[in-house]
């Protein structure tokens, strides 16, 4: 697994000030033994989104990542129980309920989810449209129909929206889900000025084994954003691995991105030329560029 494979752009586009306020707080509910008020749980449930977000996009070590995982199952228990009041609010609440309900639908894992989160994709609140796309990205039902997810990715102006919509198409996916028609607007989403657009296309379209797309995906691999070149060096590995044909023009881009890499990717990417070639040639770059120019 790829370093940001559970990679959301942001639990929402607005900043901390803008969180959802919780309902006034009503000391019976306690000792009554009443559930959460559904406003004060979707406030807790937005900060842990934001935590969790934040651990996913940046987790280094095995401990954050275990933090990461913590976060999601908490997440998971405290909303599937309120499964029906999360679907409530997405459609009929107030903006400040509906953005994190979203999110939060995701996590309960809930076939029942489905349906309201793509119908939140036609939402007129970006926030809300964007966390739908978190949530069905968590939901990963293989039978998500892609099309209004696909037209998001290659349509949509703000690229918060575009970045989770590339994200939830590749985990839907690897899920399962057909991705035969997501290979076009994942082409076109290489060339997204938005870095984290581009690396999640060149993604999804490793996982698609798209040859056609090996030029492009190695020009990626020499730019200077380190994730997209560690995604597109993954892509790369995945398609020249997939397809015995493509092996060699995989092979001389994963080159290419080696010779230009610092320092610090430069690991990663012989990993990419390691794993491709099925055998390690060592760290000297005349090596390798003598394997890959003798496959055809």
Same mark, same amino acid.
């Given at each position: 697994m790829v370093?940001?494979?559970?990679l959301?752009a942001?639990?929402?586009?607005?900043?901390?000030a803008?969180?959802?306020k919780a309902?006034p707080y009503?000391p019976s509910w306690e000792q009554s033994g009443?559930?959460?008020?559904?406003?004060?749980?979707l406030?807790?449930?937005?900060?842990t989104?934001r935590a969790w977000t934040k651990?996913?996009?940046?987790?280094?070590?095995?401990?954050e990542r275990?933090?990461?995982r913590?976060?999601?199952?908490?997440?998971?228990?405290?909303?599937?129980?309120?499964l029906?009041?999360l679907?409530a609010?997405l459609?009929t609440g107030?903006p400040?309920n =509906?953005?994190? &309900? *979203?999110? $939060? !639908?995701?996590?309960t894992?809930a076939p029942? +989810?489905?349906?309201p989160?793509l119908? #939140?994709?036609?939402d007129t609140?970006?926030?809300?449209v964007n966390?739908a796309?978190?949530?069905?990205a968590?939901l990963?039902r293989?039978?998500?129909?892609?099309?209004?997810?696909?037209?998001l990715?290659?349509?949509?102006t703000?690229?918060?929206v =575009?970045s989770? &919509? *590339?994200? $939830? !198409?590749r985990?839907?996916?690897?899920?399962? +889900?057909?991705?035969?028609?997501?290979? #076009?607007?994942a082409r076109l989403?290489?060339?997204?000025?938005?870095p984290?657009?581009r690396?999640?296309a060149?993604?999804?379209l490793g996982t698609?084994?798209?040859?056609?797309?090996?030029a492009?995906?190695?020009e990626?691999a020499?730019?200077s954003?380190?994730f997209?070149?560690l995604? $597109?060096?993954?892509?790369?590995?995945?398609?020249g691995?997939?397809?015995?044909h493509a092996?060699?023009?995989a092979?001389?881009e994963l080159?290419?991105?080696f010779?230009?890499?610092d320092?610090?990717?430069?690991?990663?990417?012989q990993?990419a030329l390691?794993?491709?070639?099925?055998e390690n040639?060592?760290?000297?770059?005349e090596?390798w560029?003598e394997w890959a120019?003798?496959?055809p």
């Amino acid at each position: 697994m790829v370093l940001w494979a559970p990679l959301a752009a942001c639990s929402s586009t607005r900043s901390d000030a803008d969180a959802p306020k919780a309902e006034p707080y009503d000391p019976s509910w306690e000792q009554s033994g009443a559930p959460e008020p559904i406003g004060k749980l979707l406030a807790g449930v937005d900060m842990t989104l934001r935590a969790w977000t934040k651990l996913v996009l940046s987790a280094q070590t095995e401990e954050e990542r275990r933090q990461a995982r913590g976060l999601e199952l908490d997440l998971m228990r405290r909303v599937r129980p309120r499964l029906a009041e999360l679907i409530a609010e997405l459609e009929t609440g107030p903006p400040a309920n =509906r953005i994190p &309900a *979203a999110a $939060a !639908l995701g996590f309960t894992h809930a076939p029942e +989810a489905q349906s309201p989160l793509l119908a #939140a994709l036609a939402d007129t609140n970006r926030d809300v449209v964007n966390n739908a796309l978190i949530g069905l990205a968590v939901l990963q039902r293989a039978d998500t129909p892609l099309v209004t997810l696909e037209a998001l990715l290659v349509d949509h102006t703000d690229s918060f929206v =575009r970045s989770n &919509a *590339a994200w $939830a !198409l590749r985990s839907l996916i690897e899920a399962g +889900a057909d991705g035969t028609t997501s290979i #076009a607007p994942a082409r076109l989403a290489l060339s997204d000025p938005e870095p984290f657009v581009r690396a999640q296309a060149a993604l999804l379209l490793g996982t698609q084994h798209d040859t056609e797309s090996v030029a492009t995906i190695g020009e990626l691999a020499r730019e200077s954003t380190p994730f997209v070149v560690l995604a $597109a060096t993954e892509a790369l590995a995945r398609i020249g691995t997939a397809e015995p044909h493509a092996k060699g023009a995989a092979a001389r881009e994963l080159v290419r991105a080696f010779e230009k890499a610092d320092d610090k990717l430069r690991g990663a990417v012989q990993r990419a030329l390691i794993r491709l070639a099925g055998e390690n040639r060592g760290a000297k770059l005349e090596d390798w560029v003598e394997w890959a120019r003798k496959l055809p």
